[in-house]
């Protein structure tokens, strides 16, 4: 999975979660025309809440673990941009996974000098307020539990 990384100052690299969040829909897609369903209204919710959390959970990890500088490489999501139903199920996530994702409602502007650096020192400050030490293996399987994702473990092999 090659998703664009931008470099920071700080040395920290940052990926739009967009990008993440385009996959994930995709594969949600996919697997509903599989089963013969057209879109997602189809199916009951909480099928669909499932079906996203695994997709989102899966395609998060797989990027992750492709990525060269994975401590200071952060995960942008920025609220109004992204499905809310992952912008929630990502919220709780990042607190038992050691995956940056630092979640906004401002807009990260390339272009613009000024919201770059402050956006870069937010991030900066974010990223060195996360204590790898605190995430476990047993908090995930934990997680994956609550969430009903016990295949997920096993599946993907963290």
Known sequence: MNLPIQELKYNLYLVEFVELENIVLSDLKNELLKFGFLTYEDLPR????????????????????????????????????????IVKFIEEARKYFPIPVYVTTES???????????????????????????????????????????????????
């Open 46 to 85: 909480k099928d669909y809440l499932k079906l996203l959390q695994y997709f989102t959970l899966h395609n998060l990890c797989k990027a992750h673990r492709a990525l060269p500088h994975k401590k200071n490489t952060i995960f942008y999501l920025n609220k109004k941009q992204c499905n809310q139903d």
């Open 108 to 158: 990260y502007l390339k272009n613009d000098p000024g919201v770059y650096s402050e956006i870069s020192l937010k991030v900066k400050e974010y990223r060195y307020s996360i204590d790898f030490s605190k995430f476990s293996f047993s908090k995930i399987k934990k997680f994956c539990k609550t969430y009903e994702l016990d295949n997920f473990i096993t599946d993907f092999k963290l």
